[in-house]
Nanobody, 122 residues
Framework: QVQLVESGGGLVQAGGSLRLSCAAS????????MGWFRQGPGKEREFLAT????????SYADSVKGRFTVSRDNAKNTVYLQMNSLKPEDTAVYYC???????????????WGQGTQVTVSS
Protein backbone atom coordinates (compact mmCIF):
# COMPACT_ATOMS: atom_id res chain seq x y z
CA GLN A 1 0.00 0.00 0.00
CA VAL A 2 1.09 3.55 -0.76
CA GLN A 3 -0.54 6.64 0.67
CA LEU A 4 -0.07 9.90 -1.21
CA VAL A 5 -0.87 13.37 0.10
CA GLU A 6 -0.58 16.43 -2.13
CA SER A 7 -0.07 19.96 -0.88
CA GLY A 8 0.93 23.37 -2.18
CA GLY A 9 -2.10 24.24 -4.24
CA GLY A 10 -3.81 27.59 -4.05
CA LEU A 11 -4.77 30.74 -5.89
CA VAL A 12 -2.16 32.45 -8.06
CA GLN A 13 -2.22 35.13 -10.72
CA ALA A 14 -1.43 34.34 -14.32
CA GLY A 15 2.31 34.32 -14.87
CA GLY A 16 2.96 33.23 -11.31
CA SER A 17 4.47 30.06 -9.90
CA LEU A 18 3.54 27.32 -7.48
CA ARG A 19 5.33 24.24 -6.23
CA LEU A 20 3.23 21.19 -5.45
CA SER A 21 4.45 18.48 -3.13
CA CYS A 22 3.33 14.89 -2.81
CA ALA A 23 4.36 13.06 0.34
CA ALA A 24 4.34 9.29 0.15
CA SER A 25 4.19 6.68 2.87
CA UNK A 26 3.96 2.94 2.89
CA UNK A 27 5.66 0.81 0.24
CA UNK A 28 9.22 1.77 -0.70
CA UNK A 29 8.89 5.13 -2.39
CA UNK A 30 12.40 5.18 -3.79
CA UNK A 31 11.65 2.28 -6.13
CA UNK A 32 8.51 3.76 -7.65
CA UNK A 33 7.93 5.74 -10.80
CA MET A 34 5.77 8.73 -9.89
CA GLY A 35 3.53 10.96 -11.94
CA TRP A 36 1.47 14.12 -11.87
CA PHE A 37 -1.94 14.55 -13.44
CA ARG A 38 -4.68 17.14 -13.36
CA GLN A 39 -8.40 17.40 -13.98
CA GLY A 40 -9.90 20.70 -14.96
CA PRO A 41 -13.57 21.65 -14.65
CA GLY A 42 -15.60 19.52 -17.03
CA LYS A 43 -12.49 17.84 -18.40
CA GLU A 44 -10.98 14.38 -18.23
CA ARG A 45 -7.91 13.65 -16.15
CA GLU A 46 -4.81 14.80 -18.04
CA PHE A 47 -1.26 13.46 -17.86
CA LEU A 48 1.37 16.05 -16.94
CA ALA A 49 4.68 14.43 -16.05
CA THR A 50 6.43 11.32 -14.82
CA UNK A 51 9.74 10.71 -13.09
CA UNK A 52 11.46 7.39 -12.63
CA UNK A 53 12.86 6.05 -9.38
CA UNK A 54 16.27 7.75 -9.56
CA UNK A 55 15.22 10.90 -11.43
CA UNK A 56 17.18 9.83 -14.50
CA UNK A 57 14.14 9.75 -16.75
CA UNK A 58 11.37 12.32 -16.90
CA SER A 59 8.59 12.91 -19.38
CA TYR A 60 6.16 15.76 -19.90
CA ALA A 61 2.97 16.54 -21.70
CA ASP A 62 3.40 19.05 -24.51
CA SER A 63 1.00 21.40 -22.74
CA VAL A 64 3.40 21.89 -19.81
CA LYS A 65 6.81 21.19 -21.31
CA GLY A 66 9.18 24.05 -20.56
CA ARG A 67 6.91 25.46 -17.82
CA PHE A 68 6.58 22.58 -15.35
CA THR A 69 9.38 20.56 -13.78
CA VAL A 70 8.99 17.28 -11.91
CA SER A 71 11.54 16.27 -9.28
CA ARG A 72 11.81 14.01 -6.28
CA ASP A 73 13.66 13.63 -3.01
CA ASN A 74 13.79 9.97 -2.07
CA ALA A 75 15.22 10.81 1.35
CA LYS A 76 12.03 12.75 2.08
CA ASN A 77 9.66 10.36 0.25
CA THR A 78 8.39 13.33 -1.71
CA VAL A 79 7.82 14.21 -5.34
CA TYR A 80 7.43 17.79 -6.51
CA LEU A 81 5.92 19.67 -9.40
CA GLN A 82 7.34 23.14 -9.97
CA MET A 83 4.90 25.14 -12.06
CA ASN A 84 6.00 28.40 -13.68
CA SER A 85 4.34 30.83 -16.08
CA LEU A 86 0.94 29.64 -14.97
CA LYS A 87 -2.07 30.30 -17.19
CA PRO A 88 -5.78 30.39 -16.39
CA GLU A 89 -6.18 27.15 -18.34
CA ASP A 90 -3.90 25.46 -15.79
CA THR A 91 -6.74 25.74 -13.28
CA ALA A 92 -7.49 22.20 -12.13
CA VAL A 93 -7.25 19.69 -9.32
CA TYR A 94 -3.73 18.29 -9.39
CA TYR A 95 -3.05 14.68 -8.46
CA CYS A 96 0.09 12.69 -7.89
CA UNK A 97 0.18 9.01 -8.69
CA UNK A 98 2.42 6.06 -8.00
CA UNK A 99 3.37 3.63 -10.78
CA UNK A 100 1.45 5.38 -13.56
CA UNK A 101 1.07 3.43 -16.78
CA UNK A 102 -0.28 4.37 -20.18
CA UNK A 103 -2.72 1.71 -21.32
CA UNK A 104 -4.76 1.50 -24.46
CA UNK A 105 -7.72 2.95 -22.57
CA UNK A 106 -5.70 5.77 -21.03
CA UNK A 107 -3.60 6.33 -17.96
CA UNK A 108 -3.82 4.08 -14.96
CA UNK A 109 -1.93 4.11 -11.67
CA UNK A 110 -1.45 1.88 -8.69
CA UNK A 111 -2.19 4.67 -6.24
CA TRP A 112 -3.61 8.19 -6.39
CA GLY A 113 -3.53 11.09 -4.01
CA GLN A 114 -6.63 13.02 -3.05
CA GLY A 115 -5.69 16.05 -5.14
CA THR A 116 -4.94 19.69 -4.49
CA GLN A 117 -6.74 22.61 -6.13
CA VAL A 118 -4.80 25.08 -8.25
CA THR A 119 -6.63 28.18 -9.44
CA VAL A 120 -4.98 30.64 -11.80
CA SER A 121 -6.67 34.02 -12.13
CA SER A 122 -6.35 36.19 -15.20
Amino acid sequence: QVQLVESGGGLVQAGGSLRLSCAASGRSFSSLTMGWFRQGPGKEREFLATINWNSAVTSYADSVKGRFTVSRDNAKNTVYLQMNSLKPEDTAVYYCAATPRLLGSGWSAGYWGQGTQVTVSS
